[in-house]
Antibody
């Protein structure tokens, strides 16, 4: 069974950088694509981007300029950084394993609130 | 604004069959397969159906999916109280080069 666990600060100040880590167990991050999503409170899901160990990365154009996604093979982790955050970035952030074009395992989510 | 269109709510009584629709366009549903995710309030999304009609291990065969043209649907037969959740359709979008989602359908079991 694959398990994913998001971690990071629950509160980020406006204009600062949001950083989240997704720790994967039960699978190697080198074997699959890994995606990040977010869900504002009471709203639907939005795809942020995906990355693959062997080089392929793509991001939602609406967030592309502010987002980076990276892999840490030694710790089997996937990281998300989003800069210049505003209140509109307040959401639950999820990481998920991507198989072809669907997402079979999800983390439990991490709530990030942007507020001063 | 969600790219795929779903009804915001659906309901049924135990034992009934409920169908949730999902409408898109040629760049997403029309040219790619559809997946469905179930999200119980306060929990992470869970893959319910992939590639239009394939159920992951552990998903009861009460759940079935189909796709035609630029639309898809999820049917839940023998409705049970534990089916109460939000259901999201998703499909790859060739313009975005990533997945797009519906706004979600809140299913209530009366």
């Amino acid at each position: 069974q694959v398990q994913l666990q998001e971690s990071g600060p629950g509160l980020v100040k406006p204009s600062e950088t949001l950083t989240l880590t997704c720790t994967v167990s039960g699978a190697s991050i080198t074997d699959s694509y890994w995606s990040w999503f977010r869900q504002p409170p009471g709203k639907g899901l939005e795809w942020i981007g995906y990355t693959y160990y062997h080089g392929s990365t793509n991001k939602n154009p609406s967030l592309k300029s502010r987002v980076s996604i990276s892999l840490d093979r030694s710790n089997n982790q996937v990281s998300l950084k989003m800069n210049s955050v505003t209140a509109a970035d307040t959401a639950i952030y999820y990481c998920a394993r991507q198989i072809r074009r669907y997402f079979d395992w999800w983390g439990q989510g991490a709530l990030v609130t942007v507020s001063s | 604004q969600p790219v795929l269109t779903q009804p915001p709510s659906a309901s049924g009584t135990p034992g009934q069959t409920v169908t949730i629709s999902c409408s898109g366009s040629g760049s997403n549903i029309g040219g790619n397969t559809v997946d469905w995710y179930q999200q119980v309030p306060g929990m992470a999304p869970k893959l319910l159906m992939y590639t239009n009609s394939q159920r992951p291990s552990g998903v009861p065969d009460r759940f079935s999916g189909s796709k035609s043209g630029t639309s898809a649907s999820l049917a839940i037969s023998g409705l049970q109280s534990e089916d109460e959740a939000d259901y999201y359709c998703a499909a790859w979008d060739d313009s975005l080069h990533g997945p797009v989602f519906g706004g979600g359908t809140k299913l209530t079991v009366l």
